[in-house]
């Protein structure tokens, strides 16, 4: 059974950082491209950033360009995305996804980020 499971959430002041970790069981860990995708209240899931199976190539939307980094321990089976510099309109649930070359498809459950003051 393949599970995905995030933690690191929490409510943050703007301008703080987080660092969001998602552990994976029941899978072949480093055969999967692994992402974080995250959903605001009224709005669609949107890519935030993902990590290839080596973890020597990633990708980050433009909306955490610059102030977000994503890694993966292939050893650990874990993922993780730290994002600073965070903003009111980074309130979202943040959710982990695996993607085998195969077209596999595995979501976590998610877990809720809350920026404000």
């Known amino acids: 059974q393949v599970q995905l499971v995030e933690s690191g959430g929490g409510l943050v002041q703007p301008g703080g950082s987080l660092r969001l970790s998602c552990v994976a069981s029941?899978?072949?860990?480093?055969?999967?491209?692994m992402s974080w995708y995250c959903q605001a209240p009224g709005k669609e899931r949107e890519l935030v950033a993902s990590i290839d199976p080596t973890g020597g190539s990633t990708y980050y939307n433009n909306f955490v360009k610059g102030r977000s980094s994503i890694s993966r321990d292939n050893a650990g089976n874990t993922m993780t995305l730290q994002i600073d510099a965070l903003k009111p309109e980074d309130t979202a649930v943040y959710y982990c996804?695996?993607?085998?070359?195969?077209?596999?498809?595995?979501w976590g459950r998610g877990t809720q980020v809350t920026v404000s003051s």
């Open positions: 996804k695996a993607t085998s070359f195969r077209g596999s498809t595995y």
């Open positions: 029941g899978l072949a860990f480093s055969s999967y491209v």
